[in-house]
């Protein structure tokens, strides 16, 4: 199985991303997937997440209402809009595939993990 994450970059405050997963390996649209970061000498958290059918999402508190995860099984790819950024928001973020077709919050929910793409915001 593998996760390509793209769409990262170097954007102001206020500005939007829409990174991308594609899922590659597996039959991408009977399991859930996820969003997380990692911030420079912090743990890695949960950003968002879906459930296989895209029914039922979960988003963490810091970009409720700002952040969009969505998924097109028929692509095979998982994608977070990330709109009024802020400088919190600057860390590594990867895509991960969960084990079952309903999301989990942890990191062990998910067996397998893209290569991270790193998102800026400046002030």
């Known amino acids: 199985v593998q996760l390509q994450a793209s769409g990262g970059g170097l954007v102001q405050a206020g500005d939007s991303l829409r990174l991308s997963c594609a899922a590659s390996?597996?039959?991408?649209?009977?399991?859930?997937m996820g969003w997380f970061r990692q911030a420079p000498g912090k743990e890695r958290e949960i950003v968002a997440a879906?459930?296989?059918?895209?029914?039922?999402?979960y988003y963490a508190d810091s970009v409720k209402g700002r952040f969009t995860i969505s998924r097109d099984n028929a692509r095979n790819t998982v994608y977070l809009q990330m709109n009024s950024l802020k400088p919190e928001d600057t860390a590594v973020y990867y895509c991960?595939?969960?084990?079952?077709?309903?999301?989990?919050?942890?990191?062990?929910?998910?067996?397998?993990w893209g290569q991270g793409t790193q998102v800026t915001v400046s002030s």
């Open positions: 879906i459930n296989w059918s895209g029914g039922r999402t």
């Open positions: 991960a595939g969960g084990r079952q077709d309903s999301y989990g919050l942890g990191s062990h929910d998910y067996a397998y």
């Open positions: 390996g597996r039959t991408f649209r009977f399991y859930a």
